[in-house]
């Protein structure tokens, strides 16, 4: 196995980083101390990191931040995107000791520890994401406190035993299980509703719905394994599909209601997860990436305008279509359609 230096120290539990290739990184346990198995992949925004660890779409995943020091700012209830963080493990450099925001209620530590979120601190977070960049995202396993004593190669051995993302069905397992309505009058619009959307939740943000609300859109946030025919009782303007985590190939269920929805002819939009399942109901297969777009700076052109946009994104997994004209649907009865983004860094198709 290779053997990484450990950056700095801020905690006294030993913890390993152990990669599916072998190498292992050593720092300190940071958050719940114990195992952790996950898909280890790197975010490169320089704030949000609240947002970034109550995202549904890391489920799964054993994410590193890029930015050097992480916990500044502390936790509070406003920033969470939502009810709960859902990486499966993280990883940071420098950990602040103390919570410095006026907004803050309580360290970030703290509340990696209540919700038993694995974590590990005090290593090189830059050579980590230059290897993850070279190799692409892989299996890891964040070891700590006793478990970081069992012998490396029964470690490396849970890791390369550990499911891969690949194949994995998960926007069910973070999808809400009733449906709720968001209302415009609960974000300050007071005027009637100009229009009403269903949106399916596959791993929805908070502030997906409320954008909507302020903006005067009803939204009936409704479950991962919602019909068509409880779609159509609603009488929607539109139809959304959220982001969410896992593989868009397992995602069968809602392919086949979103087909339905464009063979009535109601109007359709989605975002990350969303957007993969499109393509695939229009016939087009996905690939994952090699190290996936994670992080609030990411490049896209708009072809309609020209324009480029910088975006937020996180998503390992891309529509496999051609970029360039206008082409037939490779599930013809829909007709022709055409690639509106491309993100410039890998060229890859954004909507």
């Known amino acids: 196995m290779t053997e990484m230096t450990r950056s700095g120290a801020l905690g006294t539990d030993r913890a390993l980083l152990v990669l599916e290739d072998g190498t292992i990184y050593r720092g300190y346990g940071y958050g719940a101390i114990g195992a952790s198995l996950g898909e280890a992949v790197f975010s490169t925004g320089m704030t949000g990191y609240q947002e970034t660890l109550t995202d549904p779409s890391y489920a799964g995943q054993i994410v590193v931040q890029t930015a050097p020091h992480i916990g500044n700012t502390g936790v509070n209830k406003v920033d969470a995107e939502s009810r709960k963080i859902w990486v499966a493990g993280y990883v940071v450099r420098d950990a602040a000791r103390v919570a410095s925001n006026w907004r803050a209620e309580r360290t970030l530590d703290d509340e990696l520890r209540t919700q038993s979120i694995v974590g590990i601190q005090g290593i090189d977070t830059r050579a980590l994401t230059r290897r993850l960049r070279s190799s692409g995202s892989m299996r890891a396993g964040i070891f700590s406190g006793r478990h970081a004593n069992r012998p490396e190669a029964e470690l490396l051995e849970a890791v390369r035993a550990s499911e891969p993302m690949a194949g994995r069905k998960l926007a069910d397992t973070v999808s809400v299980t009733e449906a709720y309505t968001v209302e415009p009058h609960q974000y300050g619009w007071f005027a009637p509703p100009v229009a009403t959307i269903a949106a399916l939740d596959l791993g929805i943000k908070s502030m997906t719905p409320q954008r909507f609300a302020e903006r005067g859109v009803r939204v009936h946030v409704l479950p991962a394994n919602t019909t068509l025919e409880t779609v159509n009782t609603l009488r929607p303007d539109g139809v959304f599909f959220s982001n969410g985590p896992g593989d868009p ?3 069968d269920e809602q392919v086949e209601l979103l087909q339905g929805v464009l063979r009535q002819g109601t ?18 297969g996905t690939y994952k990436l090699p190290f ?12 309609t305008t ?8 996180n998503h390992g997994f891309a529509v496999d279509a051609p970029i360039g004209e206008y082409v037939t649907a490779p599930n013809s009865e829909f007709g022709e359609v055409m690639v509106s983004h491309v993100g410039l860094n890998d060229n890859v198709v954004e909507g």
């Not at 996936?292 to 072809?303: A, C, W």
């Open 249 to 251: 190939a397992t995602a």
């Open 292 to 303: 996936g777009h994670r992080g609030i700076n990411q490049p896209v052109m708009d072809k």
């Open 306 to 313: 020209g324009k480029v946009e910088i975006t937020a994104q």
């Open 267 to 284: 109007p359709f939009f989605g975002i990350c997860f969303g957007n993969q399942l499109l393509g695939r109901a229009l016939g087009f």
